[in-house]
């Protein structure tokens, strides 16, 4: 929490207030320390809230035409000396200020600032010249950027728990829509909230708020389209400099670290980010959790070569819940107990990189094969009968989970939320964010588009690391391939060069250029077991699994088919039904309803008096 704000501007005629100062004095607690304090500063009719010592927090006032600006900032800018040079801020090595940074970033671009940022940011700029409000977020969604409009105000901030203690927000209601995709896919939407009223901007778009309460959003990057494979006339060079670009960025983001932390869970992109590492001269660990079905006691840690290996029990998951109670959005995967392990084994060491997004933009999830064939089938017989996903003929929700699949969402979700069981109902419907429909979708490209769609709505199956890491005070994680730049180089490359089934001559070149290990002296480890999950809600979950769906708070909710529920644990418990899974979501889901209604953000309290409020100056 050492770099997340909160902020409020009044609109059309609204006055701050004592209310207002009581407010943000509220935050300051959560937010400060008795070392690192909190501060408000004041801008006309906006109110700033963040720790400034860390860059989260500047004010403007000499940098020219755009006059007296304000800013909050959240996360890193990975080009801090490339903009220093250009701007002709500091002394181009990266060590001019964030805040200024970015400001006079602004200040040269405007509103189309977004596109010269690289990093994982989400911050919001007021002008009290002109009583408008800017507001952006990385271009793939690392760092969220909430608001609440109310009827004289709008807040804002980098974190949802925070806005949910401002005294003007009376509820938190969860929005039953964003439910009903958690419990399709252990995740929430990229582009919502999960509590009503509450919203946020989307991955690589902007928000303009003016004093007149009128809301804009602009989309200021898109990933690049891919070439047709005749115009790539090398694809080994191709290949090569992709290399090099992956190269780049890895080097950059472990800037001041001797080593990485590279967890190879089953990723061929993982695999390639960790000989990236190797081939700069950092010392890579690639640690090992293996998970065992009962109790030993405490973990067992042992070093082998130059690898951690560790065993998790039960326990993980039971931590893994305490840290899902604190987040923002819930999120249900068993990556989540994968995720807590690193944390409670202390397997990482040095920087943690991830190699998230890098299997989607290689091509190398075989669903995508999957997915073109089913496409290549309903081609064939539009209107033909498909078979329903499992999980979409369960009872578990009061409502026709089926059905709101296809009547709530827009045709993006749904191709999203069913896949391959709803491609027949879809092949008329467009994707315009993604420049292209499934009726101009053949099964050549079909991969493509699948996989374009996960890195617009999936990326919080591996962005909620960054949660794990906040819930245990680590550093965040770095994402390579989702710096933008080569993001858009892996784009570009045709999809014959990629992934594993293409039948071309070239097939599977850029992968195994980027995993061939060469003299680098880094070996990949064995991979980690999977997480034994239906033994352990048999065995040592099966008490806590009991008393939570028994709970009073469980069943109130009224959100479940009480008796359906019931059958699934009996039938899980019995063995007729391995449903360890979906249980394990309904778990998470519980502990993140309970910690959103109820708590206050964790943080040491601020001392009361370190408490500091100025007036923003010109």
Not at 70 to 92: H, M, P, W, Y
Not at 198 to 218: C, D, L, N, Q
Not at 361 to 384: E, H, P, T
Not at 408 to 428: E, K, Q, T
Request: net charge neutral; aromatic share 8%; proline share 4%.
């Amino acid at each position: 929490m050492m770099d997340d704000f909160v902020g409020l501007m009044m609109l059309r005629d609204g006055e701050l207030d004592v209310r207002d100062f009581r407010a943000a004095s509220t935050i300051c607690d959560l937010l400060g320390s008795r070392n690192e304090p909190a501060v408000v500063r004041r801008f006309d009719r906006a109110l700033l809230v963040g720790r400034q010592s860390f860059g989260g927090l500047g004010v403007a006032g000499a940098f020219g035409a755009a006059g007296r600006l304000g800013i909050c900032f959240s996360g890193s800018i990975d080009n801090r000396a490339e903009l220093e040079k250009q701007l002709r801020v500091g002394r181009g090595d990266g060590s001019a200020g964030v805040c200024e940074l970015v400001l006079r970033a602004y200040e040269a671009w405007g509103t189309k600032i977004g596109l010269r940022l690289r990093g994982a940011f989400s911050f919001a700029i007021y002008n009290a010249v002109t009583g408008q409000l800017f507001a952006a977020r990385d271009q793939f969604g690392i760092r969220p950027l909430y608001h609440l409009l109310l009827a004289d105000r709008v807040l804002f901030s980098s974190r949802l728990a925070l806005l949910t203690e401002w005294s003007e927000v009376k509820r938190r209601e969860v929005d039953e829509d964003v439910v009903l995709h958690y419990l399709a896919f252990g995740y929430a939407p990229t582009d919502r909230s999960p509590l009503r009223s509450f919203a946020k901007i989307k991955p690589g778009h902007s928000m303009t708020v003016r004093r007149t309460g009128s809301v804009s959003e602009e989309r200021y990057w898109q990933l690049a389209p891919t070439l047709q494979e005749a115009l790539i006339r090398s694809p080994d060079k191709v290949a090569l400099e992709l290399r090099d670009k992956l190269d780049a960025v890895v080097l950059r983001q472990s800037a001041g670290h001797d080593s990485i932390s590279v967890s190879l869970n089953r990723s061929p992109a993982s695999h390639a980010v960790a000989l990236s590492a190797a081939r700069s001269g950092l010392s890579v660990d690639s640690p090992s959790i293996r998970f065992i079905s009962r109790k030993k006691g405490k973990a067992i840690r042992a070093a082998q070569g130059s690898r951690l290996v560790a065993e998790a029990d039960s326990a993980v998951a039971v931590s893994a819940l305490s840290s899902v109670a604190q987040f923002d959005e819930p999120f249900g995967q068993l990556d989540a107990i994968r995720f807590q392990a690193f944390y409670d084994l202390n397997a990482a060491s040095g920087r943690e990189m991830s190699a998230g997004g890098g299997d989607e933009l290689l091509l190398v999830q075989k669903r995508y094969g999957k997915f073109s064939a089913v496409l290549a089938q309903a081609k064939s017989a539009r209107g033909s009968e498909t078979e329903k996903q499992t999980f979409h003929q369960t009872k578990l929700f009061k409502r026709d989970l089926y059905g709101d699949l296809v009547g709530i969402f827009s045709d993006v979700h749904r191709f999203v939320m069913a896949g391959p069981a709803l491609a027949h109902a879809l092949i008329h419907s467009p994707i315009d964010d993604l420049g292209t429909s499934l009726e101009r979708t053949t099964p050549e490209n079909g991969a493509e588009v699948a996989a374009r769609v996960d890195l617009q709505y999936r990326t919080p199956m591996f962005l909620s690391l960054n949660d794990f890491a906040r819930a245990n005070d680590a550093k965040p994680p770095v994402f390579p391939f989702l710096d933008p730049d080569l993001a858009d180089a892996c784009a570009v490359i045709p999809s014959a060069l990629k992934g594993y089934d293409s039948t071309d001559a070239h097939a599977g070149i850029l992968l195994s250029t980027l995993t061939n290990s060469g003299q680098t002296g880094f070996s990949p480890s064995a991979v980690a077991n999977d997480v034994p999950i239906d033994e352990w809600l048999r065995t040592d979950l099966r008490e806590l699994m009991q008393d939570t769906f028994a709970s009073t708070s469980f069943k109130s909710r009224d959100l479940f088919n009480l008796p359906w529920l019931d059958r699934l644990i009996c039938d899980h418990l019995s063995g007729a039904r391995q449903s360890g899974a979906q249980l394990w979501s309904l778990l998470c889901l519980d502990r993140w309803l309970v910690g959103i209604q109820s708590r206050r953000t964790k943080s040491v309290a601020a001392n009361p008096m370190s408490v500091a409020c100025v007036e923003g100056v010109a």
